[in-house]
């Protein structure tokens, strides 16, 4: 017999945290009936379980899937207003895998989806600061003081995010108009937090696109398109959700060296 939480993670239909979720939702079944205790237990060689009606598989093989997902698509497994979903690209995969952590609608790049909850918890939790690295195209041309501002973390809301890494690349004038490509560097992954941080600085992103997470690039891979992992890369991703850097301090403003 093994506990609930643990069966949901081996069929990677979440992390352990999550599927406490899950079943305190109401949304797991055993044998027909709805379970909601903690810590209830189940038999994969011989009790049925069921998430959301779907009775999992408990010997289907792990994905590690990378994923260049275009702009249109939405990073989730169901959509209620019936847009297409990320999924929706990854014709012949017939694991339950997820998606890492989220791009929004109108962001593209690269997105991991996998059918192992323990790595995906370890990648999106802050504790780990894995790194992921974005290209954003943002109208005008910041200035330093306005970069230096992602360097010592900005608030927004009264919320002050990690500093992050950033350098500016090529400036485009095209009808009058300025655009700035921005190489951003974050270790934590809030909600439309590029975006959020662009337009705090007075530089509102026009194109969004990520290409890093850890050490996996997106490098030539063609937008909508898949493969899985390497062996390589899967087990430097693994080294890496294992790590916890030290704490980054962001309690205020570094001070300039005096002149």
């Not at 992390?15 to 109401?26: H, K, N, Q, V």
């Not at 903690?38 to 994969?44: E, H, M, N, R, T």
């Not at 093989?61 to 297409?84: A, C, F, Q, S, W």
């Not at 990520?210 to 891979?221: A, C, K, N, Q, W």
């Given at each position: 017999?093994?506990?609930?939480?643990?069966?949901?993670?081996m069929?990677?239909?979440a992390?352990?945290?999550?599927?406490e979720?899950?079943?305190?939702?109401?949304r797991?079944?055993?044998?027909?009936?709805v379970?909601?205790t903690?810590g209830?237990?189940?038999?994969?060689?011989?009790?049925e379980?069921?998430?959301?009606?779907?009775?999992l598989?408990?010997d289907?093989r792990?994905?590690y899937?990378?994923?260049?997902k275009?702009?249109?698509?939405?990073?989730?497994r169901?959509?209620?207003?019936?847009?297409?979903?990320?999924?929706?690209l990854?014709?012949?995969v017939?694991?339950y895998?997820?998606?890492?952590?989220?791009l929004?609608?109108?962001?593209e790049g690269l997105l991991l989806?996998?059918?192992d909850g323990d790595?995906?918890a370890?990648l999106?939790?802050?504790?780990?600061?894995?790194?992921r690295?974005?290209e954003?195209?943002?109208?005008g041309?910041p200035d330093?003081d306005?970069l230096?501002r992602?360097?010592?973390?900005?608030?927004?809301e009264?919320?002050?995010?990690?500093?992050?890494d950033?350098r500016?690349?090529r400036v485009?004038?095209?009808?009058?108009?300025?655009t700035?490509?921005?190489?951003?560097?974050?270790?934590?992954?809030r909600n439309?937090?590029?975006?959020r941080?662009c337009?705090?600085?007075?530089?509102?992103?026009r194109r969004?696109t990520?290409?890093?997470m850890g050490?996996?690039?997106?490098?030539?891979l063609?937008?909508?398109?898949?493969?899985d992992?390497t062996?390589r890369?899967?087990?430097s991703?693994?080294r890496?959700?294992n790590?916890v850097?030290a704490?980054?301090?962001?309690?205020g403003?570094?001070?300039?060296?005096a002149?």
């Amino acid at each position: 017999m093994v506990r609930l939480q643990k069966l949901l993670s081996m069929a990677g239909v979440a992390s352990r945290r999550a599927a406490e979720t899950l079943i305190l939702d109401g949304r797991v079944e055993v044998n027909g009936a709805v379970v909601t205790t903690l810590g209830s237990k189940a038999d994969p060689t011989q009790d049925e379980v069921r998430v959301d009606g779907r009775r999992l598989r408990f010997d289907t093989r792990v994905r590690y899937i990378l994923l260049n997902k275009p702009r249109g698509y939405v990073t989730t497994r169901h959509d209620p207003e019936g847009r297409p979903t990320v999924l929706d690209l990854l014709r012949g995969v017939t694991e339950y895998v997820y998606p890492v952590g989220r791009l929004d609608y109108d962001s593209e790049g690269l997105l991991l989806l996998t059918s192992d909850g323990d790595l995906a918890a370890k990648l999106t939790h802050p504790r780990h600061a894995v790194e992921r690295v974005y290209e954003a195209i943002v109208q005008g041309v910041p200035d330093e003081d306005a970069l230096d501002r992602f360097r010592r973390g900005i608030v927004i809301e009264g919320e002050r995010m990690q500093p992050a890494d950033v350098r500016r690349g090529r400036v485009v004038n095209k009808g009058g108009q300025q655009t700035t490509r921005l190489t951003i560097t974050l270790r934590e992954g809030r909600n439309r937090q590029v975006r959020r941080m662009c337009a705090q600085i007075g530089h509102p992103v026009r194109r969004l696109t990520r290409v890093r997470m850890g050490s996996i690039r997106l490098d030539y891979l063609p937008a909508g398109r898949w493969r899985d992992l390497t062996q390589r890369e899967l087990s430097s991703l693994k080294r890496q959700s294992n790590d916890v850097p030290a704490r980054v301090k962001t309690s205020g403003p570094r001070r300039r060296p005096a002149r």
